[in-house]
């Protein structure tokens, strides 16, 4: 019974930070998905009570442990907009490729720029 109630706590507790993360989205007018800001409220709420941990922790493994299968209908999707994707692939493969490679030089010159700061 104890277990069931933990469960319950920790469904609650990501359904309020995912539903709170898409309801400030859509009313403020952010660019930014309503998930995302959920995972920063999630977060928030765990740094903002610990003990909320344990339960989130059972709640979210079996739904982890299985995240294959939730990305299933994601790349079905893609087999729908195949003929976009193969009309628009050099522009994809460009966009892909450079915001990784800014991404990961943007990451490189922060973190050189903190570790020299550091060891100062």
Do not use: C, R
Request: charged share 10%.
């Amino acid at each position: 019974m104890l277990q069931l109630k933990n469960t319950f706590i920790g469904a609650f507790t990501i359904l309020l930070a995912y539903y709170g993360g898409v309801y400030l989205s859509a009313s403020l007018g952010l660019p930014i998905p309503g998930p995302l800001l959920g995972l920063v409220l999630l977060l928030s709420l765990l740094f903002a009570f610990p003990s909320i941990e344990k339960h989130t922790t059972l709640m979210a493994q079996p739904l982890l442990k299985h995240m294959s299968v939730l990305f299933v209908p994601a790349v079905l999707g893609v087999s729908v907009y195949w003929s976009d994707i193969e009309a628009n692939a050099v522009a994809l493969v460009l966009a892909i490729g450079g915001t990784t490679i800014l991404s990961l030089g943007l990451t490189a010159w922060v973190a050189s720029k903190l570790m020299k700061k550091k060891s100062v």
